[in-house]
């Protein structure tokens, strides 16, 4: 059973504990990508925050930010609940994207998303990974927006998404862009990349980089963020993905 809508990547993982290759992935060192510490996460939800790598000036900068983009114009930041993902195909044209996509370009880190199947009732969770279990960057969006009534500002993030892949397509219609390499991360983050390369860049990742399992519906709680999430599930509640 497949579900339709715009959007798709609603949690995600960067459950590896060896700092280095998360930073190695943003191409700096554990000390200057994470100074006050790195920390896996198993459960990483919307209105949370994580670690965004962006373009400064001819190097690299790593913020925590919260999942969820904000403009300025918004009246409060429970908007971002409603933004967590932004859509390629219409994401240069887009009022609330159109300027973070020419100028915010971010990677957001990570080493798999969940997707569930069936109803409400029993909704079941399937964890896509790389089979190697290496982590990989999410082509991201971000911005730094004082709102009405705050003393300063705040960095907010948000997810592309692009049509799926025959994997997550058996599930779900959308994916998150995911860029597969260093040229490829390299390439989104210059802030003078083409348009046309920039859109070359989110677009399905190849069949073969994901696999997927059932996992615990542990993970259905925004609440639960332990290493039990991504646990296999029993035999019998596999779906048609294994």
């Keep these: 059973m497949r579900r ?39 459960n990483v939800a919307p209105m949370q925050d994580h670690w965004v790598a962006f373009a400064e000036r001819e190097e690299r900068a790593v913020e925590r930010a919260t999942w969820g983009l904000v403009n300025f114009w ?3 930041r429970r908007a971002g609940a409603r933004q ?19 100028v915010g370009r971010c990677i957001v880190p990570a080493d798999g998303f969940y997707e569930w199947t069936g109803d409400a009732r029993a909704r079941r969770p399937f964890w896509f990974h790389r089979p190697d ?18 003393e300063k500002p705040k960095t907010t993030f948000t997810i592309l998404t692009t049509e799926a892949n025959a994997l997550v397509g058996r599930i779900h219609d959308r994916m998150p862009v995911i860029l597969p390499d ?10 003078d990349e083409p348009v046309e390369r920039l859109r ?25 963020d332990d290493a039990a999430c ?8 596999q779906g048609p993905l294994i």
């Design 74 to 76: 918004e009246k409060d």
């Design 182 to 191: 260093e040229d490829a991360i390299a390439a989104w983050l210059h802030p």
């Design 84 to 102: 967590i993902n932004a859509r390629s195909e219409s994401v240069a044209e887009r009022r609330g994207y159109s300027e973070a996509f020419r």
């Design 4 to 42: 339709y809508t715009a959007g798709m990547c609603g949690r995600f993982t960067l459950t590896t504990e060896m700092a280095d290759l998360v930073s190695s992935l943003l191409g700096m060192s554990p000390a200057e990508a994470f100074p006050e510490g790195y920390t896996p996460r198993w």
């Design 133 to 150: 279990g290496e982590p990989f960057a999410f082509a991201g969006l971000r911005v730094s927006a004082r709102l009405a009534g705050e």
């Design 230 to 237: 991504i646990e296999e599930s029993e035999p019998e509640t």
């Design 200 to 224: 070359t860049l989110m677009r399905p990742v190849d069949d073969r980089y994901l696999v997927a399992r059932s996992v615990s519906p542990r993970v259905n709680s925004v609440r639960v």
